[in-house]
């Protein structure tokens, strides 16, 4: 391995993504960290440059390198293209989405002690994108789930929760009314849990109860496991637990590569003020550090993950905090103070 660097795709995206990219950028410099980005452009800013939504060129570049991180890409709202981030999941095959919630230092909130992680099945659902005009007056969506994908799904879940020395998995659903859909999800992670993982502890909770019972108390869930848009939602309600969307990391992984970005979106209220938070970003990038040492063996990675992450610490823990978590600075500014701890 020596002295070689990895290559990794950088998206910086639209809104506020230039600007938490660039604070990642200067962390891995700070660290000297052996990735070599390689920028490619995706959402808003592809278009801009004349070019699609979702450059095939993006796409080629994250499947040769194996990994990526990539800001958030704005998704016009009741018109206008597909979402960039459910285009990339389903054509590079990102199946598994992970999102580790968890308390941090220096960030008080309502409770202490929370350690979830959220799975999020990333390619079906109501997020298949089949939607028809029926008649003038009536349009359709069509929820997809398919064996293939459940079953692909709660196996990736029960092998990341024995690796991870995690204890519990709850499966979030609602087939108490979608009963084949939500049903063939549940039937597959039962089947996954009896036949191989009989060790970790299993439970189903219908989600409109399991959203009332995680604002009540996080702490009685460990790794949830969720549908594509169940996942989407509730992520954004455990971010609420832990400090907010500026706080959450978040992976998309699949069997050749993997995709790095924070459950946040572009946050139009307050791109190109300076005031994002880059943490959520910067835990994302850590997540890419160790995927790497873990899939390359490369220690390099994992230590330079080790020292990003003792100095976001060290730095909440100076109280030294963007706007988002009751501080006062901005996100260069953090991202000074974050330097400066390393
Ligand atoms: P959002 O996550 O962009 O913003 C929600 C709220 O959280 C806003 O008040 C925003 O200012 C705040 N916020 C988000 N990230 C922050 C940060 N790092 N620091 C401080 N405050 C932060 O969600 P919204 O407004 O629903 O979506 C905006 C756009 O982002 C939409 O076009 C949506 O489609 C897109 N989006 C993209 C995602 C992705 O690329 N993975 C994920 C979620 C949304």
């Known amino acids: ?13 639209d809104g506020i993504g230039p600007e938490v990219s660039s604070a990642v950028i200067r962390v891995f410099e700070a660290v000297d960290a052996p990735i070599q980005w390689a920028e490619h452009l995706a959402g808003i800013a592809a278009l801009d440059a004349g070019d699609d939504v979702l450059p095939n060129s993006t796409v080629e570049a ?12 704005t ?25 580790p919630v968890r308390n941090l230092n220096g960030v008080s909130t309502r409770f202490d002690g929370v350690d979830l992680v959220i799975l999020r099945e990333n390619t079906e659902g109501l997020y298949s994108g089949v939607e028809n005009q029926v008649t003038d007056d009536v349009v359709m969506s069509m929820k997809v789930a398919t064996e293939t994908a459940c079953s692909r799904m709660a196996r ?37 849990h009896q036949r191989d993982y009989p060790n970790i502890e299993y439970d189903e909770v219908i989600i409109d109860a399991g959203c009332m019972k995680l604002v009540q108390d996080p702490t009685q869930f460990d790794v949830l496991l969720l549908e594509n848009l169940y ?8 971010a609420g637990l832990v400090g907010g969307l500026g706080v959450v990391p978040g992976a998309n992984i699949g069997d050749e590569c993997a995709v790095f970005e924070a459950v946040h979106g572009s946050a139009p209220d307050i791109a190109g003020k300076g005031i994002a938070n880059p943490l959520a970003l910067i835990m994302s990038s850590v997540m890419m550090l160790n995927y790497i040492a873990d899939q390359r063996g490369d220690e390099r990675c994992r230590a330079a993950a080790a020292k990003i992450k003792t100095a976001y610490d060290k730095t909440l823990d100076d109280g030294q905090k963007t706007r988002d978590l009751g501080g006062e600075l901005g996100t260069n500014e953090f991202t000074d103070a974050l330097i400066d701890r390393i």
Not at 2 to 13: D, E, F, R, Y
Request: aromatic share 8%; with cysteine.
């Open 75 to 99: 998704t016009p709202v009741g018109e206008g293209f597909t979402s960039v981030n459910v285009q990339l999941r389903k054509r590079l095959n990102l199946y598994a989405a992970v999102r």
């Open 156 to 192: 990736w879940a029960f092998r990341y929760a024995t690796q991870r020395k995690r204890k519990k998995i709850t499966v979030f659903h609602k087939a108490n009314i979608m009963k084949m859909t939500d049903g063939l999800f549940l039937r597959c992670a039962r089947q996954v």
């Open 1 to 13: 391995m020596t002295n070689k660097k990895h290559s990794a795709v950088l998206i910086p995206g």
């Open 62 to 73: 994250i499947s040769a390198a194996g990994v990526a991180l990539k800001g958030p890409c």
């Open 231 to 238: 996942g989407d939602v509730v992520s954004d309600l455990c």
